[in-house]
């Protein structure tokens, strides 16, 4: 089946710190994953996409097939970070349907 | 470039009655998406419009939920009757193709649906 799961539903740090939110999935096949991020009264916004293997307001995400992981990472954090960040799926055994995880909600203290 | 847009944006039903959401994608956007959002939870697929064909609608409740995308750019997604477990926030979306590995997905702001 296929699933994505996000281990924090909050992860608090403070400002300056390193970041990383966690996501584990569950595919067969070579899926392609997702970090999108809504911010307070925003709307839901594609952050990354593994394939681009891009750097986004200092967010990396690197797939690692042997632990079927795509955490993502930030080594300072930023107050204006805090958001809610949903890990996603999609490929061609699902039809290219997105699934996401239940989202982390990370916020950076000052 | 305007969003996806979504209208109503607050909605508020006892059980039983009847709902419809309406959207409106980006212009020239050929896919479009209905997702269901319960709190704490992520956004699920409810359905998907290719032009105004459905390619997928194997998680809509079909005994109370329909959609239609009848000219292939606005679609209304109903609820008849409305649960209270339908309580949730509706997100259209949409993209250019779908089915494309570098074309992204754009949201709406969703509507926030209350059945008491």
């Known amino acids: 089946a296929q699933r994505v799961t996000q281990p924090e539903k909050l992860l608090s740090v403070f400002k300056g710190a390193p970041v990383e939110l966690k996501c584990n999935y569950s595919?067969?096949?070579?899926?392609?994953l997702f970090w999108y991020v809504q911010y307070s009264r925003q709307r839901l916004q594609l952050l990354l996409r593994?394939?681009s293997r891009e750097s986004i307001k200092g967010f990396t995400a690197d797939l690692n097939k042997g632990e079927t992981s795509f955490h993502l990472k930030k080594p300072f954090a930023q107050e204006e970070d805090s958001a809610m960040y949903y890990c996603?799926?999609?490929?061609?055994?699902?039809?290219?349907?997105?699934?996401f995880g239940a989202g982390t909600r990370l916020f950076v203290k000052a | 470039e305007a969003g996806v847009a979504q209208s109503p944006r607050y909605k508020i039903i006892e059980k039983r009655q009847s709902v419809a959401f309406w959207c409106n994608p980006i212009?020239?956007?050929?896919?479009l998406y209905w997702y269901q959002q319960i709190l704490g939870q992520g956004p699920k697929l409810l359905i998907q419009?290719?032009?105004?064909?459905?390619?997928?609608d194997s998680q809509l409740p079909k005994d109370r939920f329909s959609a239609e995308r009848l000219k292939g750019v606005d679609s209304t997604l109903k609820i008849q009757p409305a649960k209270l477990e339908d309580s949730a926030v509706y997100l259209c979306?949409?993209?250019?193709?779908?089915?494309?590995?570098?074309?992204?997905?754009?949201f709406g702001p969703g509507t926030r649906l209350t059945v008491l």
């Open positions: 979306a949409s993209r250019l193709k779908g089915g494309v590995r570098t074309d992204t997905q754009y």
């Open positions: 595919y067969s096949g070579s899926p392609e």
């Open positions: 593994h394939i």
């Open positions: 996603a799926l999609s490929g061609h055994t699902g039809g290219f349907k997105t699934i």
């Open positions: 212009s020239g956007h050929a896919t």
């Open positions: 419009f290719q032009n105004n064909g459905v390619v997928d």
